[in-house]
């Protein structure tokens, strides 16, 4: 073990001062690059042949064009492949052709990602994994209701003004109201314990919105669906809430290792990438942060 640990030091700190490339080459071949290679050019060039290859893929792909945002991350990540793909080229694996560029920077992320050293979160490393994808462990509103459904294929015009005057008249009840005073349909008088997604499959996203917005114990409405006028009477619900730590602490340890492998890939490459100068066709500029490319020389 003790001998292992000096082993991770040792790449680690390589790392630290420059030695992305070395990193690679221990984690793929378990040793230091069976032999010397040639250097690698430190010039990366995008060109515009490069960058219109990538737009007619996403066309083919989305049958639309990429818009701005989309086209830049394209592009960073033509970058970012040609840079890993040169740290491997850096270790003797000389085909650049571009299927292998790819495979070669897959291989440099994903022993970058492997450099994050084995370790066991604490809670408040726990705590704020959840802060930071707490939408992934939100426990969703959920809502039971009955529903008076009033047929504009029946009604006409009518059918509001019938659902308004029955519901001033169930309002005035004192129990819980006639479920006949509608028109007979195929949905569900009641429903139980349904989310947003459950209500919206069979009224609509619009009528779902409102009904999860009821005050319970009355009825409510008129509310249009998108199959006719309702009244509504919620009889429950539950508001949104997170899941408890306790609950999900192996989803969370393994989102937290994922984030550390992630950060130290991240880390790994943009001290790889400091290596590079990255010069692009001139069009290109506008998508690439001030400072962080050149112009390429186009004749």
Do not use: C
């Not at 005057?165 to 569900?188: C, F, H, S, V």
Request: aromatic letters at 6%.
């Amino acid at each position: 073990m003790a001998h292992r640990a000096t082993r991770i030091i040792a790449v680690l700190a390589y790392l630290v001062v420059g030695g992305a490339g070395f990193l690679a080459a221990y984690l793929l071949y378990g040793r230091t690059p069976p032999h010397a290679v040639a250097p690698v050019s430190n010039t990366v060039q995008i060109t515009a042949v490069e960058a219109e290859a990538l737009r007619q893929a996403w066309l083919q792909q989305w049958s639309r064009p990429p818009t701005d945002a989309e086209f830049r991350r394209l592009l960073d990540e033509l970058v970012r492949d040609a840079v890993l793909a040169r740290e491997a080229l850096a270790l003797g694996l000389r085909d650049d052709e571009a299927e292998t560029r790819r495979r070669m920077a897959r291989k440099m992320t994903a022993a970058l990602e492997a450099a994050a050293p084995a370790a066991e979160p604490t809670e408040d490393d726990l705590k704020r994994t959840l802060d930071a994808h707490r939408a992934e462990f939100v426990v969703v509103s959920r809502i039971s209701f009955t529903q008076i459904y009033f047929s504009r294929e029946r009604r006409g015009a009518r059918a509001t003004a019938d659902a308004a005057a029955a519901a001033a008249r169930l309002r005035g009840e004192a129990r819980r109201g006639q479920l006949d005073a509608g028109d007979p349909t195929m949905l569900p008088a009641t429903l139980d314990a349904v989310d947003e997604a459950a209500i919206a499959a069979q009224f609509g996203a619009p009528f779902a919105r409102r009904v999860l917005g009821l005050p319970a114990g009355s009825w409510q409405g008129p509310i249009e669906s998108s199959v006719g006028v309702h009244l509504v009477r919620v009889t429950e619900k539950s508001e949104p809430s997170t899941r408890a730590l306790a609950d999900v602490r192996a989803e969370l340890t393994a989102l937290w290792r994922d984030d550390r492998r992630k950060a130290a890939r991240d880390a790994a490459y943009d001290a790889a990438r400091q290596k590079y100068e990255v010069a692009v066709d001139p069009a290109l500029l506008p998508y690439f942060a001030a400072g962080t490319v050149t112009p390429l020389a186009v004749r």
